[in-house]
């Protein structure tokens, strides 16, 4: 059982970030129309459907986009989104103000969710289950599985012994030893003899034709067993929920050889995670599903739509303001009248997040703006660096995300610990902590690459720009110098910071556009007409420059 096999992946092992910035703000939108139309709907009431149908479109559109994005597992949750709203409009199950809070909350949850993954979350999509369960049962589901969001694939399966073979008749008697011992399990579930033989059977359909054909799920199935018969797994509940569901299976394989679905494979892999050790076979599956981590611990644990968009928008325009009045501490009362009044905006936004930090950073910064308010302190530097470098750092927390925050809150309190002491006047301060140090290089780091970014954005947009006159017309090839060179300066930028790869292709595409540039100027001195290139040679250019624009924006 040393030797492996490669098994194509169940689902993808992640997004592509590059994609998923390019796609999430359109997602977002979608998530958000879908859910504020069936607000209306509710609100409309059952004679005039046009809100419910919005909010079809709407959410739609955002599962076709995660489509493109490859999110395994999250399609899952907008897919029961619309199956539930498919419900509301058959009129199968009635719109009520709980439904459509369960909905409104799965759509701020993926949209949060998307935002994690685009600051550095781990794509983990049963944190999603809490809110796809929920859609479920308001729906009408009697019954709704983690299993169903699991993002798996496997590397490298164990290889089946060639020189094992199960006949038919070995397959019909498996089966009806696994029917007999599962009889005698429920009858007695501390029955070992009764396990045992449903473990033969298991490994008699696994060495079959058909079974060799469903390798992986009965691979799965037999490490289960093995797991229970070792005691490194317990036969819970959702054990013997999965027993019934193999059983099926073994009929269904012995009749007439069917497919195995994938939600069966996910729910014997979400069974088999909780192995803990066992036989060579559970720790061989374990490590090619990726199982030791793939099950968190609090997955059943609510984590997003905790804070109110409302206030957590209110608070990010308070910070907004506070920074814009500490920019400069010159410009006397009306200047420090402003400070005030921002300091106390921000107090009262800060009051209604679930963050002491933040709410004492408010505080200190309040103390700060009266501090500096007196004529003895108004020029103080010191002042206006620890207030800059503060809000450096809650600045850096809002763009995380607080639903992300909580670790940060820590830090913010020490913030304002050391702000209160710069407030009263308190002596030396101390040196900078380490951490806020490192803040600062990579805020600054940060900053350097957003306006990277911005100026090539920019750049790439004019080189589109010459580009489309010439496809359109190819006489009008003035501009493909510039665009050439233009090309050959991205290229160089992103080799610079390490981008590689993304720099060969800006320099390719250069090669590209000089090459006709080259042609259409060989062309006019020979006969004044112009060079056309081939349209597949135009639509390719085109793709990989689009393509370039999207790996920029995703740089961020």
Request: charged fraction near 20%; include cysteine; glycine fraction near 8%.
């Amino acid at each position: 059982m040393n030797a492996q096999v490669e098994f194509p992946a169940a689902t993808d092992s992640g997004p592509e970030l590059s994609v998923l910035s390019w796609c999430a703000g359109e997602i977002r939108q979608s998530l958000q129309a879908a859910g504020e139309a069936l607000r209306r709907q509710l609100q409309a009431g059952p004679d005039d459907a046009s809100a419910l149908r919005a909010a079809g479109i709407a959410l739609h559109q955002a599962h076709g986009a995660l489509s493109v994005v490859g999110l395994s597992g999250v399609q899952v949750l907008t897919a029961e989104g619309e199956r539930l709203l498919d419900a509301f409009g058959s009129g199968s199950v009635e719109l009520t103000e709980s439904r459509a809070s369960a909905f409104e909350r799965a759509c701020t949850a993926l949209a949060e969710y998307l935002d994690g993954l685009l600051a550095g979350d781990r794509h983990q999509p049963l944190y999603l289950f809490p809110y796809y369960r929920d859609l479920a049962f308001a729906r009408g589901a009697e019954r709704v599985s983690p299993s169903d969001l699991l993002a798996l694939r496997p590397n490298g399966l164990p290889a089946l012994d060639p020189a094992r073979h199960s006949d038919a008749s070995a397959l019909a008697a498996a089966r009806a030893a696994f029917e007999l011992g599962l009889l005698r399990l429920l009858r007695n579930p501390e029955d070992r003899q009764a396990l045992l033989a449903m473990h033969g059977a298991v490994d008699t359909v696994l060495h079959s034709p058909r079974g060799r054909a469903q390798a992986p799920f009965w691979q799965a199935a037999l490490a289960c067993f093995e797991a229970w018969r070792d005691g490194a797994l317990s036969l819970d509940v959702n054990g013997k929920r999965l027993l019934a569901r193999i059983n099926l299976q073994i009929r269904h394989t012995q009749a007439d050889g069917a497919p195995v679905a994938e939600r069966l494979l996910s729910e014997t892999l979400f069974v088999l995670a909780g192995a803990r050790g066992g036989s060579p076979l559970v720790r061989s599956l374990c490590e090619a599903w990726g199982l030791a981590d793939a099950i968190p611990d609090d997955y059943e644990t609510p984590r997003y739509g905790l804070i109110d968009a409302t206030v957590r928008d209110a608070a990010r325009e308070a910070l907004a303001r506070l920074r814009k009045a500490w920019a400069v501490l010159a410009g006397g009362p009306a200047a420090a009248s402003e400070r005030l009044q921002a300091s106390q905006a921000f107090v009262d936004a800060a009051a209604s997040l679930p963050f002491d930090g933040l709410r004492d950073f408010g505080g200190a910064m309040l103390e700060l703006a009266h501090a500096v308010a007196s004529p003895q302190r108004e020029t103080d530097d010191t002042l206006g660096l620890e207030a800059a470098t503060a809000l450096l750092f809650v600045e850096q927390m809002f763009e995380r995300g607080l639903e992300r925050a909580g670790e940060l809150d820590a830090r913010v309190g020490e913030l304002a610990q050391r702000l209160h002491g710069a407030a009263a006047g308190e002596g030396e301060l101390g040196p900078v902590p380490d951490w806020l140090l490192a803040l600062g290089h990579a805020a600054q780091e940060r900053s350097t690459l957003a306006a990277f970014v911005a100026e090539t954005r920019t750049t790439l947009q004019s080189i589109e720009q010459v580009l489309d006159i010439y496809f359109r017309d190819a006489s009008q090839c003035d501009g493909l110098p510039a665009a050439a060179l233009q090309l050959r300066q991205v290229g160089g930028a992103l080799r610079m910071i390490g981008e590689h790869r993304a720099g060969d292709d800006a320099i390719e595409l250069a090669e590209r556009v000089a090459s006709f540039a080259a042609a259409a100027e060989a062309a006019a001195s020979d006969n004044g007409n112009s060079s056309e290139p081939a349209h597949a040679e135009l639509e390719a250019l085109a793709t990989k420059l689009g393509a370039l624009g999207f790996f920029v924006d995703g740089l961020l």
